[in-house]
């Protein structure tokens, strides 16, 4: 993939969104039913400030009531009812002489407090009803200063060039596929940006750390012996990084795209964008132009798990007969399932046994908590998984993080705006998740 004219699918074509990152609280709003509800031609609405509301703080709801005449309606009860972690400063009151009642609602304080609420606004016959999310603590910059480019150093002055993947390690080390640097970058708990492996030519070459060579890596993985794993998406490769070796090898792949099983460099891929690993201890790769997922063991044994190579589509269904649209994104859990984020814009389950069902999402572009079926993503980019069960989702189009609860229920812990340009890599360490911005060239913290 040439570095600034990269020709090879949606790595660049879903390169959008460009824009700053501001380092400020989560919060955020979606609408559950219309906020504005009708009596004859007397009317009732509700409206709140920030619609995501980062735990521990509060915002502005504002109930308006017009009567029969389309005139504000002074002195009318209003009566405020929350669900989910929230609470009313004042849930009873009256109109102003300008037909509106104002007050406050605060969000839980604990971590526990994150995920979906509602307020419910009664006036007389009139009701209506507004949704809106607790959010993560915070989201700041972790480490990049902004702007694309290649620097080591503290984060503040480090560089990156379109920061894809990432993963962290037991001790709290990041390691990010610096996907246009071609390398592959470490992050220590303070901040401190390296370069673990890769020279920065865009090639395939094997060999120690510093000598080795990439092209556009776009995933990591760590296994329990601090091995790391990488997509190489260009390559169309994955590749094993042997940490008491300081060496890369080629693992599986690596010649011309394509889709074949086999081993090592027999097997074909078309730009592996994501790899994890599973309960099992085989490393699962979705390979995005393939439209498949695949499984790849520790000896690079290669084999299809769910969909048909070059067959894009939605169908839920066991193994060959399902399909996916450039699977972008996997993650393992500890029961052996396996998710995909799916450009179809919804998150797919993979069964043990390859049976792939939707988990989350109504398969239309937008934006909509709420649960499973009811819920819209917008491009959908990456996912990693909290001790809970919960999943955490990169939604690239919508410019924000989302949670899934192990019930399928979908909520956003980020704003929409004003943190984000283009959120990819995702991963949970230390009760945090780290974000690449694909936009900013920055990686993220984002403290639950």
Known sequence: MPESTATTSDLNRRQVLIGSAI???????????????????????????????????????????????????AGQPVALSPSGSITVAAP?????????????????????????????????????????????LSTVVFAGSGGAGFANGAGSVAKFSTPW????????????????????????PAANVTTFAGNGVQTLL???????SFQAPTDVLMDAAANVYVADDSNNAIRFLNRASSTVTTLAGGAAAGSVDGTGQTARF?????????????LY?????????????????????????GQAGYVDATGSSARFRFPVGIVGTPDGNLYVADTNHVVRKISPSGEVSTFAGSGIAGYADGAASQASFNGPADLCVDDEGNLYVTDALNRCVRRVTPQGVVSTITPTSGIFSNPRGVCYGGGALYVTDAGTHQVMRITL
Do not use: C, K
């Not at 219309?34 to 009317?43: C, E, I, N, V």
């Not at 094997?206 to 080795?212: D, E, H, I, T, V």
């Open 23 to 73: 380092a400020v609280p989560a919060i955020m709003l979606t609408t559950a039913v219309p906020a504005r509800a009708t009596s004859g031609d007397s009317a009732l609405s509700i409206s709140i400030s920030s619609p995501v509301v980062s735990r521990g703080s509060s915002t502005t709801v504002t109930v308006t009531v017009l009567d029969s005449h389309g005139q504000p309606w």
């Open 270 to 282: 078309y730009e592996p964008r994501s790899v994890t690993m599973g309960a099992d201890g085989h």
């Open 92 to 136: 009873n009151g009256t109109t102003d002489s300008s037909g509106v009642f104002s007050t406050t609602v605060s969000a839980g304080a604990g971590t526990s407090a994150i995920g979906p609420a509602a307020l419910t606004a009664l006036s007389g016959p009139l009701s209506s009803t507004a949704g809106l999310s607790v959010g993560a």
């Open 206 to 212: 094997n060999g120690s750390f510093a000598g080795s």
């Open 285 to 309: 790769v979705a390979d995005a132009q393939n439209h498949t997922i695949r499984r790849v063991t520790t000896a690079g044994v290669v084999t299809t798990l769910a969909g048909s190579a």
């Open 165 to 188: 993947g990432i993963a962290v390690s037991p001790s709290g080390w990041l390691y990010v596929a610096d996907a246009f640097n071609h390398r592959i970058r470490t992050i220590d």
